[in-house]
């Protein structure tokens, strides 16, 4: 049973006296959050080397002996310049030959050579291989055929994966990323003509990987108002 009072509409809810102050707030906190996290992050991972580094160093070295104030960051900066001289040392001749000596009486102990190796292994990883970068960006039918995905070329499939691998030609190691972290993805090895390889640059296949498909190279908006001029 309805009754006349039925279709009547819903009165509008008038906002609150503080729902402006409230929004105000969310805001600030948004803006607020990330740079003070930062800036926290920062200061905590200064103090913690200063921590490290200060207590090697002799009382009548440190700036504070001079100073009379205990300048957080110091420690930072003298590990910044102690690691740029070794990497300098350890260049040239004099260094590689200690390297190798050091490391020829690393491998006579069996614990501490396991740790040396393994930690060294994750060092060349994250650090040497920095310098490197992909070659291409490219196209691959990816979870399945029919699908595609973006993926960047690594280099050839070599060794033993290239060699078991049950294809009629070569590998190539492609990157495939996720959307919208790049940084994360899938390490997948194509046959060699089943990779298109594309024109754009890597920067710009990178691009379209974080925009979610929202950016294309070399794309033109036609709502540009700089297009409709003259």
Not at 149 to 175: H, M, P, R, W, Y
Not at 198 to 223: F, N, R, T, W
């Amino acid at each position: 049973m309805t009754t006349p009072f039925d279709d009547l509409p819903e009165p509008t809810r008038k906002p609150g006296p503080f729902a402006g102050l409230r929004a105000s707030f969310l805001t600030g906190i948004v803006v607020i959050a990330p740079v003070s996290l930062t800036i926290w992050l920062i200061w905590s991972l200064m103090g913690w080397v200063d921590s490290v580094v200060l207590p090697l160093i002799p009382s009548n070295l440190r700036p504070e002996h001079y100073i009379g104030i205990n300048l957080r960051g110091i420690g930072v900066i003298i590990f910044l310049i102690f690691t740029i001289l070794v990497g300098w040392i350890a260049k040239g001749l004099i260094g590689k030959s200690l390297i190798r000596f050091a490391e020829s009486l690393v491998n006579r102990m069996p614990v501490v050579r396991s740790i040396y190796s393994g930690v060294k292994q994750i060092a060349e990883t994250v650090f040497a291989q920095s310098e490197r970068s992909f070659e291409k960006a490219c196209l691959i039918q990816y979870p399945r055929k029919d699908i595609w995905a973006i993926g960047f070329i690594s280099t050839a499939a070599k060794g033993e994966v290239n060699a078991k691998a049950q294809t009629g030609s070569d590998l190539l190691s492609v990157f495939v990323p996720t959307t919208p972290n790049p940084t994360s993805g899938f390490l997948l090895f194509f046959p060699r003509e089943d990779v298109i390889e594309l024109d754009m640059s890597v920067e710009d296949a990178a691009k379209l990987v974080i925009s979610a498909g929202l950016v294309y190279p070399g794309q033109v908006d036609p709502e540009d108002p700089r297009l409709k001029r003259g």
